[in-house]
């Protein structure tokens, strides 16, 4: 995997009186800023913020970790919706938890675009011509691919790439596993571990040796089908950085003999007495790649596997559907819906298993869906052909 994409993008701007030009990259499909000036350690913050507020870019050339500090004043500015000694107007009372959520979302928008103004130089290997700059090398290999010629990008994305790189190198605990499992950059981390509980605890169909996991991620729950002694798991994705990353992970637990990882949209081929799938819970519309792990447009993914599931179990076999609850909470697919699309499906539920949130938000009593994320629950859906 290279670098380069099909259409490469490019923003222009002027240096020291002479036209200049630069790819442009931007995971979250972010278009390339139509003007670009230079900034440095000289840029004043909250001029900073109104060119960025206006949609100005601002390609720095000054010290990197100035740049950071920078970043961090206009996330300030932005969190208070204007400079020093502006008072910040009183936010929008929702009228209900789905106003909350798209205010929510168009704010969380409308900052991102904001604080996505500050632009960094690469070179063409991934490395950065300003002073006090971080070797970003390996990061940004394991994010993009072999490098193939300089360009610009945000800060704020850069930053991102680092985080990633973190996760990746340290990973993440698995009580279930007993062990670490390491997300790679664009692909789902598994942090919110009771669903990965669900899947540990719940009851294996009779006979099970074979099982389906739609959208492997980053292999969690293959492994723990595997570990649960399941012979052989057949796991999908459509995301190529998903299947990487669970194959390196599979690897890592010396799990990889078990599960067959498969490129495709939803379902393999044949049948299992056990499908298991953990769609993006969300209804609405991803603003990056990443996202569509949470973010489901009109519940395709979770319609479509609904609607195909009956084809690709075997007599007596169990779907597993593991679903938070949370848009029902705000209001975005009602509990109604989900059971009316299972009855169309030709399914029956066969049992359902409850557990209550434990990530740090939903004791959150300052998040603006505070109210739904305290009441949410992630379900595992035991479901059988009618």
């Not at 360009?151 to 670490?180: D, K, Q, T, Y």
């Amino acid at each position: 995997m290279t670098a380069a994409t099909p259409e490469a993008q490019t923003i222009h701007w002027t240096e020291n009186g002479e036209e200049r030009s630069a790819r442009w990259r931007s995971e979250s499909g972010m278009a390339p800023p139509k003007r670009v000036v230079i900034a440095d350690d000289t840029t004043n913050a909250d001029t900073a913020y109104r060119l960025a507020c206006e949609g100005t870019a601002l390609l720095w050339k000054g010290d990197f970790q100035n740049a950071r500090q920078l970043l961090q004043a206009l996330a300030r500015r932005a969190d208070n919706k204007g400079g020093k000694g502006k008072k910040a107007k009183a936010p929008k009372v929702p009228a209900s938890a789905t106003e909350a959520f798209h205010l929510h979302r168009q704010a969380q928008s409308q900052r991102g675009r904001t604080l996505a103004m500050l632009l960094i130089p690469f070179e063409a290997d991934y490395s950065i011509p300003l002073r006090r700059a971080p070797d970003v090398k390996l990061a940004c290999n394991e994010a993009y691919g072999r490098g193939e010629e300089a360009f610009a990008m945000s800060l704020r994305e850069l930053l991102g790439v680092i985080g990633a790189h973190e996760w990746r190198r340290n990973g993440v605990e698995i009580p279930a596993l007993g062990e670490r499992i390491h997300p790679h950059y664009g692909v789902f981390s598994p942090v919110r571990g009771e669903y990965v509980a669900l899947v540990n605890e719940a009851p294996l169909p009779k006979n099970a040796k074979l099982a389906f996991d739609i959208g492997v991620g980053t292999g969690v729950l293959s492994a723990v089908l595997a570990r649960r002694g399941i012979e052989r798991v057949v796991a999908t994705d459509q995301d190529q950085r998903a299947l990487s990353c669970a194959r390196e992970n599979l690897q890592r637990l010396d799990l990889h003999e078990h599960v067959e990882l498969v490129k495709a949209n939803l379902f393999p081929e044949g049948r299992a007495p056990l499908v298991v799938c953990n769609p993006p819970w969300v209804p609405a519309r991803p603003s990056s790649p990443i996202e569509h792990a949470v973010y489901d447009p009109d519940s395709a993914m979770l319609r479509g596997f609904l609607g195909g599931l009956k084809e690709h179990l075997t007599p007596g076999g169990e779907g597993w559907l593991i679903l938070s609850d949370l848009a029902e909470h705000l209001g975005l697919r009602p509990r109604e819906q989900l059971m009316e699309w299972i009855g169309a499906a030709g399914l029956k539920v066969v049992d359902r298993h409850d557990v209550r949130p434990t990530h740090p938000r939903a004791a959150d009593a300052t998040d603006p869906l505070h109210a739904a994320r305290a009441a949410e629950v992630t379900s595992l859906w035991r479901l059988a052909a009618a």
